[in-house]
């Protein structure tokens, strides 16, 4: 079976696992995510649909899947780019958690929602039922490309594999970046040692 067999057999199994309270409903229904392999990156395709159905700024819903997928993207037209292959049904576990925790109201289970800011506090405040909660607003660590694979720099990496000789191995855009000692499905700060082309040697950085 080819990869991009296995990618859309994930696909497949990944959407017939939206809840039903997401996907179906009177009210309220979420876009099916609708994401394509193109070359070693992720498309999600359907982007601004599911930004503009959950009435939210999609540079939030964005920095919210960067900082849990642990990948880099960006926003083309009415897509985004991951610079990395997804997991398609890690990608629609976390647009769920990102309805849930930004968009569901907790007391009476409905949509019509708005984020409002409160000095330094955010809440999710519910149009239906007037309830309001905090929550937590976080930005993603800002994307560093290509010429931030340098010798010395520490960089946070998601271990995609592991090398023929036990190495880790992780990638930032064109890079191959090699990690000393790490496991597949780690997320860690590296320090970048030798950078030679394309591939660079890292080891785990200090906590």
Known sequence: MTENSDYLRLLRRAKQE????LSTGERFQLPEPDVILEGKSSVLRNF??????????PEHLLQYLLRELGTPGTIEGRRVV????????????RIREYTE??????????????????????????????????VSVKRAAAVQEGPAVREGAVLEVMIEDTGSRGDGIARIDKYIIYVQGAKKGERLNVKIGRVTGTIAFATVAPQ
């Open 18 to 21: 939206i809840p039903d309270s």
């Open 48 to 57: 601004m649909d599911i930004a503009e159905r959950v009435r939210r700024d």
């Open 82 to 93: 991951f610079k990395s292959k997804v997991n398609p049904a890690q990608l629609v576990e």
């Open 101 to 134: 925790m930004y968009v569901i109201c907790s007391e009476c289970g409905r949509p019509d929602t708005k984020l409002v800011k409160e000095g330094r506090v955010h809440f999710l405040e519910c149009e239906a039922c007037g309830a309001k909660r905090p």
